[in-house]
Protein backbone atom coordinates (compact mmCIF):
# COMPACT_ATOMS: atom_id res chain seq x y z
CA UNK A 1 0.00 0.00 0.00
CA UNK A 2 1.46 3.43 -0.96
CA UNK A 3 2.06 5.92 1.78
CA UNK A 4 1.09 9.55 1.45
CA UNK A 5 -0.25 12.98 2.29
CA UNK A 6 -4.27 12.88 2.58
CA UNK A 7 -4.90 15.54 0.19
CA UNK A 8 -8.01 16.94 0.55
CA UNK A 9 -10.96 16.56 -2.33
CA UNK A 10 -13.66 19.26 -1.69
CA UNK A 11 -13.48 22.68 -2.90
CA UNK A 12 -14.12 25.96 -0.30
CA UNK A 13 -17.15 26.35 -1.96
CA UNK A 14 -18.23 22.60 -0.68
CA UNK A 15 -17.53 23.59 2.74
CA UNK A 16 -19.40 27.15 2.99
CA UNK A 17 -22.25 25.39 1.36
CA UNK A 18 -22.28 22.08 4.43
CA UNK A 19 -21.17 24.71 6.93
CA UNK A 20 -24.23 26.79 5.62
CA UNK A 21 -26.55 23.71 5.32
CA UNK A 22 -25.99 22.72 9.02
CA UNK A 23 -26.14 25.69 10.15
CA UNK A 24 -29.56 26.41 8.76
CA UNK A 25 -31.06 22.86 9.93
CA UNK A 26 -31.59 22.16 6.52
CA UNK A 27 -29.21 19.04 7.00
CA UNK A 28 -27.66 17.13 9.85
CA UNK A 29 -24.10 17.02 10.51
CA UNK A 30 -23.27 13.23 9.48
CA UNK A 31 -25.50 13.72 5.92
CA UNK A 32 -23.75 17.38 4.61
CA UNK A 33 -20.46 15.36 5.45
CA UNK A 34 -21.61 12.25 3.25
CA UNK A 35 -23.21 14.82 0.30
CA UNK A 36 -20.61 17.54 0.22
CA UNK A 37 -17.59 14.84 0.81
CA UNK A 38 -16.34 16.66 3.55
CA UNK A 39 -14.64 14.33 6.20
CA UNK A 40 -17.41 15.05 9.32
CA UNK A 41 -14.89 16.49 11.64
CA UNK A 42 -13.55 19.05 9.57
CA UNK A 43 -17.34 20.02 8.75
CA UNK A 44 -17.90 19.80 12.73
CA UNK A 45 -15.42 22.19 13.53
CA UNK A 46 -16.25 25.02 10.60
CA UNK A 47 -19.47 25.25 12.00
CA UNK A 48 -18.58 25.20 15.66
CA UNK A 49 -15.84 27.54 14.69
CA UNK A 50 -13.22 26.02 16.07
CA UNK A 51 -10.99 26.61 12.78
CA UNK A 52 -11.55 29.53 10.16
CA UNK A 53 -13.71 28.83 6.86
CA UNK A 54 -10.95 29.58 4.99
CA UNK A 55 -7.91 27.73 5.51
CA UNK A 56 -4.31 27.55 3.60
CA UNK A 57 -2.65 24.38 3.69
CA UNK A 58 0.73 23.72 4.78
CA UNK A 59 3.03 26.02 6.97
CA UNK A 60 2.78 29.97 7.32
CA UNK A 61 4.06 31.81 4.58
CA UNK A 62 7.94 33.35 5.55
CA UNK A 63 6.51 37.05 4.57
CA UNK A 64 3.55 38.32 5.42
CA UNK A 65 0.48 38.95 2.71
CA UNK A 66 1.26 42.10 2.33
CA UNK A 67 5.18 41.50 1.81
CA UNK A 68 3.77 39.27 -0.75
CA UNK A 69 1.85 41.32 -2.86
CA UNK A 70 4.73 44.41 -2.91
CA UNK A 71 6.88 41.96 -4.17
CA UNK A 72 4.96 40.47 -7.03
CA UNK A 73 3.50 44.31 -7.49
CA UNK A 74 7.66 44.84 -8.00
CA UNK A 75 8.13 42.31 -9.97
CA UNK A 76 5.27 42.89 -12.39
CA UNK A 77 6.05 46.87 -12.35
CA UNK A 78 10.28 45.47 -13.49
CA UNK A 79 8.72 43.71 -16.04
CA UNK A 80 6.64 46.23 -17.97
CA UNK A 81 9.79 49.06 -17.64
CA UNK A 82 11.83 46.55 -19.64
CA UNK A 83 13.55 45.10 -16.84
CA UNK A 84 12.32 41.74 -15.99
CA UNK A 85 13.33 39.89 -12.70
CA UNK A 86 15.11 36.45 -12.93
CA UNK A 87 14.35 33.65 -9.78
CA UNK A 88 17.78 34.76 -8.04
CA UNK A 89 17.42 38.52 -8.48
CA UNK A 90 13.85 37.37 -6.56
CA UNK A 91 15.76 35.38 -4.06
CA UNK A 92 18.30 37.68 -3.07
CA UNK A 93 15.33 41.02 -2.69
CA UNK A 94 13.77 38.21 -0.44
CA UNK A 95 16.78 37.95 1.66
CA UNK A 96 17.73 41.09 1.89
CA UNK A 97 14.14 41.60 3.27
CA UNK A 98 14.74 39.16 5.72
CA UNK A 99 17.90 40.29 6.85
CA UNK A 100 16.38 43.75 7.66
CA UNK A 101 13.61 42.47 9.49
CA UNK A 102 15.25 39.71 11.40
CA UNK A 103 12.46 37.76 11.43
CA UNK A 104 12.72 33.79 12.01
CA UNK A 105 12.64 31.04 9.08
CA UNK A 106 13.56 28.23 7.32
CA UNK A 107 16.05 29.01 5.09
CA UNK A 108 19.63 28.75 5.10
CA UNK A 109 21.33 32.34 5.32
CA UNK A 110 17.89 33.71 5.02
CA UNK A 111 17.88 32.87 1.27
CA UNK A 112 14.93 31.07 -0.15
CA UNK A 113 15.40 28.10 -2.48
CA UNK A 114 13.51 27.05 -5.75
CA UNK A 115 10.34 24.94 -4.04
CA UNK A 116 9.95 28.88 -2.23
CA UNK A 117 9.90 30.37 -5.93
CA UNK A 118 7.34 28.18 -7.17
CA UNK A 119 5.16 28.41 -4.07
CA UNK A 120 5.32 32.57 -4.65
CA UNK A 121 4.77 31.90 -8.44
CA UNK A 122 1.81 29.76 -7.42
CA UNK A 123 0.07 31.92 -4.74
CA UNK A 124 0.82 34.92 -7.58
CA UNK A 125 -0.62 33.18 -10.59
CA UNK A 126 -0.64 36.91 -12.13
CA UNK A 127 3.37 36.85 -12.54
CA UNK A 128 3.90 35.13 -15.96
CA UNK A 129 6.96 33.40 -16.43
CA UNK A 130 8.90 33.70 -19.73
CA UNK A 131 12.68 32.65 -20.69
CA UNK A 132 14.73 35.25 -22.44
CA UNK A 133 15.82 35.60 -25.96
CA UNK A 134 18.73 36.09 -28.29
CA UNK A 135 18.06 39.48 -29.97
CA UNK A 136 18.46 38.95 -33.36
CA UNK A 137 20.25 41.66 -35.48
CA UNK A 138 16.82 43.28 -36.26
CA UNK A 139 16.05 43.30 -32.99
CA UNK A 140 19.30 44.88 -31.43
CA UNK A 141 19.95 48.05 -33.29
CA UNK A 142 18.05 50.81 -31.90
CA UNK A 143 16.12 53.29 -34.09
CA UNK A 144 14.32 56.74 -32.88
CA UNK A 145 11.09 54.94 -33.53
CA UNK A 146 11.66 52.21 -30.67
CA UNK A 147 13.21 54.94 -28.47
CA UNK A 148 9.60 56.70 -28.70
CA UNK A 149 7.89 53.96 -28.19
CA UNK A 150 10.12 52.76 -24.93
CA UNK A 151 9.83 56.31 -23.58
CA UNK A 152 5.50 56.76 -24.19
CA UNK A 153 5.42 53.38 -22.61
CA UNK A 154 7.98 54.57 -19.46
CA UNK A 155 5.91 57.73 -19.28
CA UNK A 156 2.74 55.91 -18.33
CA UNK A 157 3.90 53.58 -16.98
CA UNK A 158 5.23 56.55 -14.46
CA UNK A 159 1.97 58.46 -14.74
CA UNK A 160 0.14 55.24 -13.52
CA UNK A 161 2.06 54.93 -9.90
CA UNK A 162 2.31 58.63 -9.54
CA UNK A 163 -2.04 58.52 -9.40
Not at 12 to 38: C, F, T
Not at 49 to 77: D, F, S, Y
Not at 98 to 127: A, C, M, Y
Request: glycine residues 6%.
Amino acid sequence: MLRGNYRKRYTQEQVELGVQQVKSGALSLNHASKMYGIPRATLFDKVKERTPLTCALGAPTVLTKEEENQLANWVINMGKIGYGRTRQELTLTVKQILDKTNRRNPFKNNLPGRHWVEGFLQRHQHISKRTTEALGKERACVTSAKLDKWFNEFETYIKDIES
